[in-house]
């Protein structure tokens, strides 16, 4: 070749080198984010940038953004300093609990992360976009995961096929990071020291500390049906699996107390608190005031979760001469107490008390079904839509088929199945056997030993549950066989809770909206009623029962989250910031 022609070829060979590198070096800042993410905080509040880009990444240009709350102005590590502004998933997934710190699993290798974090509000199980997470800190669980800091700041990351992506390009609201740190939509800019506001969407909380104060008087009405105690365990079998609950039984003096516990063991609902119940007696005069107390106190000094509510179960009867108002004291913490009449003779008391503090009043003798009822009271103190519930009987041998119809749009679905029954003694339930599983529209049956990255199933001696993320539309179909049960049937109160997606965020001008991976790709069948049916035996679970407009079809009201807009706000505290010194995130 001649010499020439060599020269010409090598000078086309380094140019094409050049720009294949510089394509790779474009290709390392640029992040990928398959969904929409919201600003990390609770709408309402703007949050300043205060460093970054910084921290290991895998195209080495800084994995992480650091924001601070608009009260940590001037705060140190070892102040103590607690905001009061909430860091929130900033999209729906699977919590991982990290040393210092929380991601959040999305699905397709993607996640989030949330270093700096204390007073965790959950470190397992799913949340949805806006739900709260923790607070800004320093290294609360110590020096672990390489965490060093010099001032209280959420330090923000992402984190794609298992490594650290960099934190350029990553889009929050349709603000974009940029590789100087400055975050732009549009014509706006906002670089460290500005503040951003969230939209984040609003979320309900998941569990609560509840406290049932438990009449055991034996005055003249009587509860000769025991209504009292069916109801106590109606509401123990409607918890939760997050809730912890606290008895405290009275007459004329307190009882007895079982404090606040989680409600569900490892094996079923804890034996404490069935105890407490089962073994409730019924003699001497009634003193509401003493109940009422002895009930705040418990979750004044006890209460733990950030939604609290009291049960007052009672005839309402108070057989002192002046009442007075005790729920003062939990007018003062902000918690209502809702009230059930199990009997004639206090119903104004107890419509009074339950009305003062912002509860519900409830007649037992006016309730079809207990349990149903006591599911959506624990609906309402935790701010869901109930669903649909219904009571139904599993036979040996046999198995009944009840359908439930899901809309699309969902982004999770909680089918429960609970055979507490609340007329008789825990230990009388406890021998019953019943065999609980699920199936899809697609024809996936899903059962307690199923393992799903999108579900979560809970596993007691008298309940099962499913929870699914993103449940595919149509008819699901309960299937319930009794595995230990009389000739009559084991009755088993079954519900269903849906939670509605969550707006995605906007996107940049001119970009388009990501489109996240499917969960399922399964044709959904056309349903073919719009109701519950009636559950109905079936020896074979080839045959499968068509809906009847019976019961209606449960209706999950989407959330009223309008289409968020993100304003670029200024610094709301104008004394200087510390800034947060740049720090290696958790492993990943």
Sequence with gaps: ???????????????????????????????????????????????????????????GSG?????????????????????????????????????????????DGFRTGYMHIQE????????VAGERLGKVSCCPDGPV??????????????????????IAGVNLEGWVVQQDGCMVRGGQSVCVGGGLASNAPASSPQKADVVLMLDATGDANGDPQRARLAAARAYLAAAGPDDRVGIVTYNSLVHGVTHLREVTGKSGIDDELLHRIDTVGADGLADLRVGIRAGC?????????????????????????????????????HVPVHTVAVGPGGEENLKQISGDTGGQFINVSEVKDLACEMHRLRMLIVERE?????????????????????????????????????????????KARVDVKLLSPSGRTIAPTTERADLKSNTGNTYQSYSLLSPEAGTWSLRLTGKEAPPEGVAVTIALTTSAARPLPPTAP??????????????TPTPTGSATPTAEPSPRPSQTASPTPQTATPESTPESTPEPTAVATPTPTPEPTPTASPEPSPPS
């Design 386 to 430: 109930a669903g649909a519930c219904r009571t139904d009987s599993a036979f040996v041998d046999k198995t009944t088929r009840v359908n439930f119809e899901i809309p699309a749009g969902q982004s999770e679905a909680t089918f429960s199945a609970t055979w507490l029954r609340p007329d008789v003694p825990s230990a009388v339930s406890g």
């Design 120 to 127: 965790k509000q959950v470190t397992s199980g799913e949340v």
């Design 145 to 166: 995961g390489s965490c060093w800091a010099t001032a209280p700041h959420l330090h923000f990351y992402t984190v794609l096929q298992g490594e650290k992506q960099g």
């Design 63 to 107: 994995s992480a953004l650091d924001f601070q709350p608009p009260d940590a102005g001037g705060a140190g590590c070892e102040s103590g300093f607690s905001s009061r502004y909430w860091v929130v998933a900033a999209a729906s997934g699977r919590v991982i609990d990290l040393p210092n710190a929380l991601e959040v699993d999305h699905g």
């Design 510 to 523: 001119g970009e388009e909206r990501p489109t996240p991976p499917l969960a399922e790709q399964t044709a």
């Design 297 to 333: 106190r418990e979750l004044q000094q006890l209460g733990k979760a950030e939604t609290k509510a009291a049960v007052l179960i009672s005839d309402g009867v108070h057989d002192f001469r002046r009442l007075g108002i005790p729920q003062d004291c939990f007018k003062q913490l």
């Design 1 to 59: 070749m001649p010499h020439p022609t060599r020269l010409l070829l090598c000078a086309l060979l380094a140019i094409a080198a050049g720009l294949i590198a510089l394509q790779k070096d474009e290709g390392a800042h640029a992040s990928q984010q398959p969904i929409g993410l919201w600003l990390p905080w609770e709408a309402g509040s703007a949050w300043r940038i205060t460093f970054g880009p910084h921290g290991t990444s895998s195209d």
